[in-house]
């Protein structure tokens, strides 16, 4: 066997590594909500809503919020983690980031409040983790013949 095809054998698999990242960034990010450092962020948030017209009814987050977070929280991490190259991982990163935060006025004109601050939270650490992971340990996306 080859030196160099042995340099990649101890890839790590991408949903390990994403189960491990999107759950420290759940953590995270549910410690944050619970603890009730978010809710003056979306408060003001609500408030900036409802002086611009929005027609939003209800102060709390809708029952699909906790959904939305994990599919976010983990589907970053195992996304970034399948693209090769760290600028690809970057630009991907914040693309979503930009969506995720321009989402909430979107829900906000269907009449429900959603606050993305925990939402972006969650995101941001997990991408940034996946990210920071992918480029110091080889991934299966940037082993050559893979």
Same mark, same amino acid.
Do not use: D
């Given at each position: 066997? %080859?030196?160099?095809?042995?340099?990649?054998?101890? @890839?790590?698999?991408?949903?390990?590594?994403?189960?491990?990242?999107?759950? +420290?960034?759940? /953590?995270?990010?549910?410690?944050? &909500?619970?603890?009730?450092?978010?809710?003056?962020?979306? &408060?003001?948030?609500?408030?900036?809503?409802?002086?611009?017209?929005? %027609?939003?009814?209800?102060?709390?987050?809708?029952?699909?919020?906790?959904?939305? =977070?994990?599919? =976010?929280?983990?589907?970053?991490?195992?996304? =970034?983690?399948?693209? %090769?190259? +760290?600028?690809?991982?970057?630009?991907?990163?914040?693309?979503?980031?930009? =969506?995720? /935060?321009?989402?909430?006025?979107?829900?906000?004109? #269907?009449?429900?409040?959603?606050?993305?601050?925990?939402?972006?939270?969650?995101?941001?650490?997990?991408?940034?983790? /996946?990210?920071? #992971? @992918? &480029?110091?340990? %080889?991934?299966?996306?940037?082993?050559?013949?893979?």
């Amino acid at each position: 066997m %080859p030196e160099e095809s042995g340099k990649y054998s101890n @890839a790590h698999h991408p949903l390990t590594v994403a189960a491990v990242v999107g759950s +420290f960034a759940m /953590a995270v990010g549910l410690v944050v &909500r619970v603890s009730g450092i978010s809710l003056m962020l979306e &408060r003001k948030i609500l408030a900036g809503y409802l002086e611009l017209g929005f %027609p939003v009814s209800g102060s709390g987050q809708p029952w699909w919020a906790v959904l939305v =977070l994990l599919a =976010l929280t983990y589907g970053i991490a195992l996304m =970034l983690l399948g693209v %090769p190259g +760290f600028l690809k991982r970057l630009l991907l990163f914040l693309s979503c980031l930009v =969506l995720i /935060a321009s989402a909430s006025p979107v829900v906000a004109l #269907w009449g429900l409040f959603w606050s993305p601050v925990v939402a972006i939270l969650c995101f941001s650490w997990s991408a940034a983790c /996946a990210v920071l #992971w @992918a &480029r110091y340990h %080889p991934m299966s996306s940037e082993i050559e013949g893979s």
